[in-house]
């Protein structure tokens, strides 16, 4: 089973740039398909991005589209979601998670689950 851990979150003024990771450790990373999530209080966890390690596709959720870029360093086994141009509703623990299978966005379908990671963003 692949385990996976967040890091690169923290607090930053709206239209600034974070990157996290995503570290993951156990069977080859390449199999899987990684998926960003966030959630605030409240919410339901909602699908960020994903890549499918086979294949390398990517897909952002709408919300997210242009301003936040997936990819990953397989030689690393890490992956990475840039976030650029942030605003103050991109606020929120980003998770990381694992499936078998290509992209999916509902996060009863991923397996394995990092703790998360705090992105802050002000005003």
């Known amino acids: 089973q692949v385990q996976v851990t967040e890091s690169g979150g923290g607090l930053v003024q709206a239209g600034g740039s974070l990157r996290l990771s995503c570290a993951a450790s156990?069977?080859?990373?390449?199999?899987?398909?990684m998926g960003w999530f966030r959630q605030t209080p409240g919410k339901e966890r909602e699908f960020v991005a994903g890549?499918?390690?086979?294949?390398?596709?990517?897909r952002h959720s709408d919300s997210v589209k242009g301003r936040f870029t997936i990819w990953q360093d397989n030689a690393k086994n890490t992956v990475y979601l840039q976030m650029n141009s942030l605003k103050p509703e991109d606020t929120a623990v980003y998770y990381c998670?694992?499936?078998?299978?290509?992209?999916?966005?509902?996060?009863?379908?991923?397996?394995?689950w990092g703790q998360g990671t705090q992105v802050t963003v002000s005003s």
């Open positions: 998670a694992v499936r078998r299978g290509i992209i999916k966005s509902a996060m009863t379908l991923y397996d394995s």
């Open positions: 156990g069977r080859t990373f390449s199999s899987y398909t």
């Open positions: 890549i499918d390690g086979n294949i390398g596709t990517t």
